[in-house]
């Protein structure tokens, strides 16, 4: 095997790996569903106790019921309602086939077998701590974009391009100790604070 083929088999890997974290970290649909599948039997066992109800002659909880149950099926209330009931199922079931977004930003291991992540605040908070360990640092803030990190200095002092090639190497430091997934172009940016 050559070089050149050894490098496309280590990219595919690191790409198979980050799709697999991705899969993994990605928040599914439950609570939503959970809530949906909750008020649509409450809702289906009212309705039943409802209409076994007013089939039986008993008084129902619902005095409109036995008028509802005398519409026939060319009415435009039950055309508009059987129309409502198929938008609504079927946006629900769009719902929950697209994920949601992933919470946490995946973590390069070495195990295929293990997905590790990190939370989005705890990333910029990790990064932020870093930022103010280079000397002549005030204050630092960071902003997560997609494929860049951006990195706000604020400084008393006078230097401004070896402070910026600092903090943008002991952040690029932190972020490959760290092992975070992908490619992040780290910006650096200098603002000065007034005495």
């Given at each position: 095997m050559s070089a050149v083929d050894e490098i496309r088999t280590t990219k595919d890997r690191r790409r198979a790996r980050r799709r697999t974290a991705m899969r993994a970290l990605r928040p599914g649909r439950t609570p939503a569903g959970a809530g949906v599948a909750g008020a649509l039997v409450v809702l289906g066992t009212a309705l039943v106790g409802e209409m076994v109800c007013a089939f039986a002659g008993w008084p129902t909880g619902w005095s409109g019921l036995p008028g509802v149950l005398d519409l026939?099926?060319?009415?435009?209330?039950?055309?508009?309602?059987?129309?409502?009931?198929?938008?609504t199922g079927t946006v629900l079931v769009l719902l929950a086939m697209?994920?949601?977004?992933?919470?946490?930003?995946?973590?390069?291991?070495?195990?295929?077998g293990l997905v590790m992540g990190l939370t989005r605040?705890?990333?910029?908070?990790?990064?932020?701590?870093?930022a103010m360990t280079v000397s002549g640092v005030d204050l630092a803030f960071v902003r997560l974009r997609r494929g860049q990190i951006e990195v706000t200095v604020l400084t008393r002092g006078n230097r401004t391009g070896g402070l910026l090639k600092e903090v943008g190497a002991a952040v690029g430091d932190r972020l490959e100790g760290l092992g975070v997934h992908g490619r992040h172009e780290v910006v650096v940016r200098l603002r000065r604070k007034s005495s």
């Open positions: 026939a099926w060319g009415e435009p209330l039950v055309a508009l309602t059987g129309s409502l009931m198929v938008v697209i994920p949601g977004r992933p919470r946490l930003i995946p973590l390069e291991v070495s195990d295929d605040a705890g990333l910029k908070r990790t990064l932020v701590a870093v």
